[in-house]
């Protein structure tokens, strides 16, 4: 039997990686056996194609590419060049940016290239005004002291973590809450939306330097118009991190008010999650702040990835194809009827359905900490992820919450029909476990009880669910 082009590079490809660790090879072929296997259903992940993951297995790997475009730190990045300039090329066409950066290894990294950018371009304080006019290594130890200070000390306000923002927005554990004073804006109790009278008293209240919108597990459209004109009254540059939603954005579901990049002054995104990438990340921004946010290397980011950067150029083109438009509405599609489907068979739902490609379950209801829950539709092979509620009880760690989300799923062509079957699927696991108990006897908010035989038969109907959608179906490895 002859092989088709994409068959022949992975298995001549692993067969290569097997000669030296074959270690390596086996879990590289069991990871596509799981991934086949599985209903992945977590809200950041996707399924690049297989010409976005051979692009980055090339020479680029082996090459540091300081600098940007024409202006290198090393010699001999010609090629480089070529790729890092189409890469922001399709991005620029895709989205309706003037100016984009596609060195950024990861969406915090593109977010630290944004903070960054925004502090350096809006702060005034005596060392920074000289560091304008100066050269950098003319500055005395004082202006380096007086810089830190004012660069340390200015305040951001974005969505709180249990409404659905992200660690980057400002958290303590994160790098972004040692730079910034961190104040959130939350949802409302009673529905779980954003209440945008309520995020304007906060910006006057606490006048940030930058307001962040964006979230990681909010399932809702948020009206990027409105965000602009608080960020405006305040005199605040505002901030969008689209990591989640990018290729909603791409796919032209999101337009209008709820396409941040007309109203935002800055953009981040992966380029991965919706938009069915390479991991990476991204930043779209006007003639105001190019210049900064190109100096993301060295100021933030090591050595650019030139074979990431050209995988993004592949991924970023197949999103400028009109397929991808039909792909990035389906994800909706798929995600309201997953939502309709659990909401039939009475599952709470935060904000109580989507607009987007999420869903996020209150699990509280059948009784189990979202750790729990994790685990038992784990055991029966469909793969989530815990998350907060808002004014989750149960913290950060055991949380109350499923996060689910299609973009893969509607990668392996699932229908609005086979969303309904999932959530038939997550009602009988979740109904069917129950907490369990310490060796104490005391209840525990990990442990968990489901009969083997229930997750079993979960498990094969979920891996007969997916035969009729293979996952890479042009790709056999033996």
Not at 198 to 212: E, S, Y
Not at 252 to 260: I, R, S, Y
Request: glycine residues 10%; proline residues 5%; charged residues 20%.
């Amino acid at each position: 039997m002859s092989l088709n082009a994409e068959s022949t590079a992975f298995r001549s490809a692993l067969e290569v990686i097997r000669a030296v660790e074959p270690r390596v090879a086996d879990a590289i072929g069991a990871e596509l056996a799981d991934q086949r296997e599985s209903l992945k259903l977590i809200a950041s992940e996707n399924y690049a194609s297989p010409a976005t993951l051979l692009t980055m297995g090339n020479w680029f790997s082996d090459k540091y590419a300081e600098g940007t475009v024409g202006r290198r730190f090393y010699a001999g990045c010609q090629n480089v060049d070529t790729v890092e300039a189409l890469a922001a090329e399709h991005a620029k066409e895709l989205f309706g940016a003037s100016h984009a950066y596609v060195q950024p290894h990861s969406g915090i990294d593109a977010n630290l290239v944004a903070f960054w950018a925004i502090l350096a371009d809006r702060v005034e304080s005596p060392a920074l005004k000289k560091a304008q006019v100066r050269q950098v290594n003319d500055l005395t130890e004082a202006d380096w002291f007086a810089l830190r200070r004012e660069l340390g000390n200015q305040r951001m306000l974005g969505m709180s973590l249990d409404a659905g923002g992200h660690l980057t927005h400002g958290f303590r554990p994160n790098i972004s809450g040692k730079m910034f004073d961190q104040r959130s804006y939350g949802t409302d109790p009673a529905t779980g939306l954003i209440d945008y009278d309520r995020v304007a008293q906060a910006a006057r209240d606490f006048k940030p330097l930058i307001l962040v919108a964006g979230y990681s597990a909010y399932p809702r459209k948020v009206n990027f118009r409105i965000m602009r004109e608080i960020a405006d009254s305040v005199g605040a540059t505002f901030m969008v991190d689209m990591a989640h939603f990018a290729g909603l954005v791409a796919g032209k579901v999101f337009t209008g008010d709820f396409d941040p990049v007309p109203h935002a002054h800055i953009v981040t995104t992966t380029t991965h999650k919706s938009l069915r990438g390479p991991r990476g990340g991204m930043v779209l921004c006007g003639p105001e702040l190019a210049d900064q946010v190109d100096r993301g290397c060295p100021m933030v980011l090591g050595g650019p990835l030139p074979h990431v950067m050209a995988a993004k150029a592949v991924a970023l083109a197949e999103a400028r194809r009109p397929d991808f438009a039909d792909y990035a509405q389906r994800i909706v599609d798929n995600a309201q009827a997953l939502a309709e489907g659990l909401l039939r068979r009475g599952t709470t739902l935060v904000t109580g359905g989507t607009d987007n490609h999420l869903v996020l379950l209150d699990v509280s209801g059948y009784g189990l900490t979202g750790r729990q829950a994790e685990q038992a539709l784990l055991d029966s092979g469909i793969v989530t992820n815990r998350n907060a509620v808002p004014q989750d009880r149960n913290g950060a760690w055991y949380t109350s919450g499923i996060r689910i989300g299609t973009p893969a799923l509607t990668s392996r062509g699932l229908g609005t029909a086979e969303m309904d079957v999932t959530a038939e699927l997550i009602h009988t696991v979740l109904s069917q476990t129950t907490p369990g108990a310490n060796a104490d006897g005391t209840p525990s908010k990990a442990k968990y009880v489901l009969d083997p035989a229930v997750a079993d038969k979960i498990s094969k109907q979920a891996t007969d669910l997916l035969a009729g959608f293979p996952l890479y179906p042009t790709i056999t490895l033996g």
